[in-house]
């Protein structure tokens, strides 16, 4: 009879722990709350994502973009602190008290000359020059920034403690913000992060990205008259031209996943001076760090060499750095199971009409134009990727666990920063696509805050992986914060501005919050 019910008993209890492991990912109270406070609150994210999207900034100076987050988050009663790692736009909202502590991040800067009319395929800019959405950034910042609301309000709703924190986060086109967020220290108390990025496909993003480093060389030379006396000049420009065939000749022996992409940002001012002054700017990428740090030191001493061969000096800047993102399979698994709650983006019959000219515009010959189900999450070990893009998220995953999520918001075949992307970042499409988006992040931290056990096992995780991968040695942690102006090459003051040519009204919040 003992053996009898000793084996009863751990029946029982295994059945009570699946019982409890089997919890994320279904229906509550706190989700209907947060759910339903979405969807009541359609036309707030709509106008501040479309106030953002007509008022296209470039990181380091978001400050319409910025502000009207931290305007909205504070109406809705979370406490803002902004300038945050020295960066103005930069900020940290926040409700709530004590542990778990659950973060979300929120971007909000544009891409340099994209800007595009809204809901149109061939090029036809806004103002030429101007900075447009290619990443949806627009949406990224106000859904976020929902999400973290909608938080707050089922908390409060269900009497659940914790901290909910909306990170806004500058410069992310330019790999900057958070990369200096992390040097900050800024995430060094939260238990878990919560993000994700506008794309074509809905699932938890369970994949990693490309390491990456940002750098500009600058060569200092003498002026010199190019025909009259050209012997008498020292050109930068030629220094920067035998650094890029130095550079190009190096492709054929790196890893071949990596990636060497640049441009002259200044090779002189006219063609019958030597030029004194040239400036090149590179991106270096690989499926990991330390790769991308083997091809940065070769570039060094590729730009030792290019300016001894032309008599000039130089000047190496690394502007950023970035990780590949460490994937986190256990908060991958919890949010997985609220993407299958939550289901994929009803994209209606008008939004497949919607999203054709832009599919077709791309060799999409046949519908759906727009994705409307969901990727099934392989649960297995992750690998690093081997192509794609580069974030500054990297950084923050090697520091606290992160699930990352992806909405179908636009048009299947869109490229990330493409006219097609931007002409699309204030349509319904996207609207829906974040909306839906939102409830996989809200349903995925409530579920956080509910299970103390999930935060447990997603930091088991993330000290496997840094036990296997690391440790983490903060790759910006010798570069200062870069000014707008070296960024940019442009000052503050002349960034294009598109809303003074076509101007949008700021949002009503006192209208807008119901």
């Known amino acids: ?147 973290g609301i909608a938080i707050k309000q089922a908390m409060e709703k269900e009497d659940i403690k914790g901290t909910i924190r909306v990170y806004g986060t500058p410069a992310e086109e330019t790999l900057i913000g958070k990369a200096f967020f992390v040097k900050a220290g800024v995430y060094n108390d939260v238990d878990a992060m ?43 420009l030629d220094a920067v031209e035998l650094f890029n065939v130095s550079m190009n000749y190096m492709r054929e022996h790196v890893h071949p996943s990596s ?15 030597v030029p004194n002054y040239a400036e090149v700017w590179y991106y270096l990428r690989a499926p990991e760090y330390r790769l991308v740090g083997d091809i940065l030191e070769r570039a060094r001493k590729a730009a030792e060499g290019a300016a001894l061969m032309t008599e000039t000096t130089s000047e190496f800047l690394v502007i950023a750095a970035n990780m590949q993102v460490l994937p986190n399979q256990s908060l991958a698994r919890v949010g997985h199971a609220n993407v299958k709650l939550v289901g994929g983006v009803p994209h209606d019959e008008e939004n497949q009409k919607m999203a054709e000219p832009f599919a077709r515009s791309m060799n999409i010959e046949s519908g759906p134009f727009i994705n ?43 490229p990330s920063h493409s006219l097609q992307a931007v002409a699309q970042s204030c349509l319904p499409i996207g609207f829906l696509g974040s909306s839906v988006v939102a409830k996989y992040m809200v349903a995925t931290a409530l579920d956080l805050f509910a299970d103390g056990s999930l935060i447990e096992d997603a930091w088991k995780d993330h000290r496997e992986s840094l036990e296997k991968y690391g440790p983490y040695v903060d790759p910006v942690k010798d570069v200062d914060l870069p000014s707008f102006e070296l960024v940019h090459n442009i000052k503050e003051e002349a960034m294009p501005k598109q809303w003074e040519v076509r101007p949008y009204p700021k949002p009503d919040f006192d209208k807008l919050f119901k």
């Not at 010199?224 to 012997?231: D, K, L, N, Q």
């Not at 990636?259 to 001076?273: E, F, Q």
Request: charged content about 15%; some cysteine; hydrophobic content about 40%.
């Open 259 to 273: 990636r060497i992409h640049y441009i002259i940002t200044d090779g002189g001012l006219a063609p019958n001076v």
């Open 372 to 414: 409307t189900g969901y990727n099934e999450f392989v649960d297995e070990p992750f690998k690093w990727a081997t192509q794609g893009s580069s974030t500054d998220e990297a950084n923050v995953s090697w520091v606290v666990p992160m699930a990352r999520f992806s909405p179908a918001m636009r048009a299947r075949g869109t």
């Open 194 to 236: 919560i993000t994700w990025h506008p794309g074509e496909n809905s699932e938890v993003t369970y994949n990693s990205t490309l390491a990456v480093v940002s750098f500009k060389l600058r060569f200092h030379g003498r002026n010199a008259h190019a025909s009259g006396s050209p012997w008498e000049g020292r050109s930068a």
């Open 1 to 147: 009879m003992r053996i009898i019910a000793f084996f009863v008993v751990c029946f029982v209890l295994l059945s009570c722990s699946i019982a409890i492991g089997a919890e994320y990912g279904t229906m509550s109270t706190a989700k209907e709350t947060a759910f339903k406070w979405i969807d009541d609150h359609a036309e707030l994210g709509q106008e501040v994502a479309t106030y953002i999207w007509h008022h296209p900034e470039l990181g380091l100076a978001e400050y319409h973009s910025s502000g009207i987050l931290q305007e909205m988050l504070t109406k809705a009663g979370f406490t803002v602190e902004n300038n945050i790692a020295g960066m103005p736009t930069g900020f940290i909202a926040t409700w709530g008290s004590g542990k778990p502590i659950i973060g979300i991040n929120a971007e909000f800067d544009a891409l340099p000359g994209i800007s595009q009319e809204p809901g149109t395929t061939e090029r036809v800019p806004i103002l030429f020059g101007a900075p447009g959405h290619g990443c949806a950034h627009n949406l990224f910042g106000t859904y976020s920034s929902l999400a």
